[in-house]
């Protein structure tokens, strides 16, 4: 991102510096949001789609209103995008075992093997970060871990602390 000229520029060496990473950041964050967006688009997916299956887990159901608050989604626009799912075959609607006028959701044998091929293919793409070394991989994860970024790798639950 390229910083506007008609703004203030911060008043202090440290500001400056800390803006230097926010933008960098910023700027990673970006490449590594299009890398998830081309592996979701190599399985004929979109981003929504995969959030949704990372965030079902085989064998459980799940109400649909909660499935929204998990995904931080508005609950009226969560029918379409379960459509589509569901028109794939990656995701079924159950009735509630606790209230059986709730439709709860589920991955179906196909809805695993999507998120199983999707989440295979990104762990094994490098992506943005390929030119860090280990030592560089290392001393980021520390530096991510001091500013409170918890590693989801090191508990083994793909995508959540």
């Keep these: 991102m390229r910083v506007p000229a008609d703004l203030p520029f911060p008043s202090t060496?440290?500001?400056?510096l800390m803006l230097g990473v926010k933008l960098g950041l910023l700027a990673i964050a970006e490449r590594?949001?299009?890398?998830?967006?081309?592996?979701?688009?190599?399985?004929?997916?979109?981003?929504?789609?995969?959030?949704?299956l990372l965030t079902l887990e085989p064998g459980e159901a799940v109400p649909m209103r909660s499935l929204a608050a998990r995904l931080d989604y508005d609950a009226s626009n969560l029918s379409v995008l379960v459509d589509r799912l569901e028109r794939r075959g990656a995701v079924e609607r159950r009735p509630d075992p606790g209230d059986r006028r709730v439709k709860a959701l589920a991955l179906t044998a196909e809805g695993e093997r999507l998120r199983?091929?999707?989440w295979r293919d990104l762990v094994e793409d490098p992506g943005p970060l390929a030119p860090l070394a280990d030592s560089d991989l290392r001393a980021l994860a520390a530096l991510l871990s001091v500013l409170g970024v918890a590693d989801p790798a090191a508990s083994g639950s793909p995508g959540r602390d």
């Design 13 to 16: 060496e440290r500001l400056r």
């Design 32 to 52: 590594l949001r299009q890398n998830w967006a081309a592996h979701a688009a190599a399985a004929g997916l979109s981003t929504a789609q995969v959030n949704a």
């Design 116 to 118: 199983a091929a999707f």
